[in-house]
């Protein structure tokens, strides 16, 4: 099925393409820093209210 002749027509091609978007996203996306937020409400000084 997967031989010279599929990846020759205009499917095989549009294959190849979408193979190496995702493996270019898995690249990109691996290089990103997991890392946990901060919460929005320690940024800003916080006052207690009686």
Not at 5 to 33: K, N, Y
Request: aromatic residues 12%.
């Amino acid at each position: 099925m997967y031989d010279r002749s599929f990846f020759a027509t205009r499917l095989g091609r549009a294959a190849l393409i979408s193979i190496g978007a995702m493996v270019i996203f898995v690249g990109f996306s691996s290089q990103i820093a997991v890392t946990e937020p901060l919460p929005a409400f320690a940024i800003h000084p916080q006052v207690e209210l009686a």
